[in-house]
């Protein structure tokens, strides 16, 4: 059985390893750019309203400016537990299957619970490729979803006032 565990752990390591991998890419590649304007955002929020300006304009205007940020980084979340789910539930369904193979008479047949091992085993990793395999898609979802959130400017009512000027490296 300890054989069983250590080759499930080697399994769900490898798949964990390249979401770290893909996550780490990500971050570094879109949300750290949609952090830096974030701040940029903001920091124009203060220069806009100089000495003069009234700070409730300013904090509604840095509030403005983190939303895609925000957003962007919830909506990555979310498809990362929603892939954990995904593999959790189809690990699960393997050890389910596995269970309901066994009979009361098997419990001392060494070679017949080893079947039902390598059938678990074969089941988990099946459902490792599949979840390999919608890493890709996955990464697409988020990295699109972050252009959206970007080209919007967090604004989900379609509203395009004065706000959005800055944002992004855009002149408004």
Wanted: with cysteine; hydrophobic share 30%; charged share 25%.
């Amino acid at each position: 059985m300890a054989d069983l565990q250590s080759k499930v752990n080697i399994l769900t390591s490898k798949i964990e390893q390249e979401l770290t991998t893909m996550v780490d890419e990500i971050e570094r590649l879109k949300l750290r750019p949609m952090g830096r304007n974030m701040h940029s955002c903001i920091i124009s929020c203060y220069d806009k309203a100089g000495k003069a300006g009234r700070k409730e304009h300013i904090e509604q205007c840095a509030q403005q400016c983190q939303i895609p940020y925000q957003q962007a980084g919830g909506l990555t979340q979310q498809e990362i537990g929603n892939f954990q789910n995904r593999l959790q539930n189809a690990m699960m369904q393997c050890q389910n299957d596995a269970q309901a193979m066994v009979t009361p008479d098997m419990q001392g047949n060494e070679r017949k619970m080893k079947q039902v091992e390598n059938n678990l085993i074969k089941c988990i990793e099946g459902a490792v490729g599949k979840s390999k395999a919608e890493l890709g898609p996955m990464k697409q979802r988020i990295e699109s979803r972050m252009v959206a959130v970007a080209d919007n400017g967090g604004n989900s009512s379609g509203d395009s006032g004065a706000k959005k000027s800055g944002w992004f490296g855009r002149g408004g």
